[in-house]
């Protein structure tokens, strides 16, 4: 079973830029499709991206396409978040995932999650 970490988050000023890693570690016979979540305070968690374990295709959400981008090295086993242009309503608890049930695009539920970031963007 996999163990997955995230890193990364921090304080960021409006417009600033941030990538947020998420390592697997463990025991997998396949590369793992990868999901990026957040939940701001008071508000329920959405999906913003994730990656297939199949071909690397990825998936955005609509509404952060353009300034959020998410990509995998495999050679180190991570998945990153890239946020450029960042909004205050971006402040959040950012959490990745793995395991996903359902089709393609994986924005539902998912088996196994890390502990989460914090991104809080202020000025």
């Known amino acids: 079973q996999l163990q997955l970490a995230e890193s990364g988050g921090g304080l960021v000023q409006p417009g600033g830029s941030l990538r947020l890693s998420c390592a697997a570690a463990?025991?997998?016979?396949?590369?793992?499709?990868i999901g990026w979540f957040r939940q701001a305070p008071g508000k329920e968690r959405e999906a913003i991206a994730c990656?297939?374990?199949?071909?690397?295709?990825?998936y955005v959400v609509d509404a952060l396409k353009g300034r959020f981008t998410i990509a995998r090295d495999n050679t180190k086993g991570t998945v990153y978040l890239q946020m450029d242009g960042m909004k205050t309503e971006d402040t959040g608890v950012y959490s990745c995932?793995?395991?996903?049930?359902?089709?393609?695009?994986?924005?539902?539920?998912?088996?196994?999650w890390g502990q989460g970031t914090q991104v809080t963007v202020s000025s």
């Open positions: 995932a793995t395991g996903p049930w359902g089709p393609w695009p994986y924005l539902g539920r998912y088996d196994q």
């Open positions: 463990g025991v997998s016979l396949k590369k793992p499709p």
């Open positions: 990656i297939s374990g199949v071909d690397d295709e990825t």
